[in-house]
């Protein structure tokens, strides 16, 4: 992919969030390391539609961690995956989006970041009987931000989900959606293993005072050069 909007030249790392224990799936995720770049709102929207990741981040201070997250349509105050990838990318202990401030840890080959599901934009999680129900969805139309889930082993924790973003801006299915697990782990109070999307793998932890630990995966797939 090439990106082709007028900024000075800078480059974005392309990464992939959330993936599979052999580093395939995870969610795709641009990160502008220099957000001084794309200084405006308007500049950074249109630079997160042409690019058309699920989410781009910019970095507006590396040192304390401030990020600003776009999907191609809207700007976000808080996202899971993008917030994990940017974590693990600058190596930050924390990661300051409008939400508020989201703490961060290392596990062996996990990042984990906790957070409150409240700061979770709204989605409908909607349970399915079995796995292959979930499997067999079709995307449904636009309107409703969907997180289908069912069970694949309830005694274990683990899930399968696909989320279905409805806002029309070309992401018709979202490969891992981290917001969503705080949305469904709250609601169920206990320690998830989710597969969603093809194949990527979202870990999530209940802690004290309403904190969710969310960990996963992340690798550097590419580096793009703008401008």
Known sequence: MNATVTSSATDIDVLRVFCAGDGRYGNALGVVRDGRTY????????????????????????????VDIYTPGVRLPFAGHPLV????????????PPAGEVWVRGDGEFTWIEARAEWAPPRTLR???SAAEV?????????????????????????RARG???????????EATGAAALLLTARLGRALN?????????????GPDGVIELGGRVRLERTLTTG
């Open 39 to 66: 200084p405006d709102e308007a500049a950074r929207q249109a630079l997160a539609k042409e690019l058309g990741f699920s989410e781009t981040v910019f970095v507006d201070d590396p040192e304390r961690g401030i």
């Open 85 to 96: 990838g940017t974590a693990w990318l600058l190596d930050l202990e924390v990661v300051r």
């Open 127 to 129: 349970q399915y009987a």
């Open 135 to 159: 499997d067999a969805l079709d995307v449904p139309e636009q309107g409703e931000w969907i997180y289908a889930w069912a069970w694949e082993d309830e005694a274990a924790g683990r899930v």
């Open 164 to 174: 279905f973003p409805g806002r029309g801006d070309g992401i018709d299915e979202d």
């Open 194 to 206: 989710i597969t969603q999307g093809r194949g990527s793998q979202l870990l999530t932890a209940p």
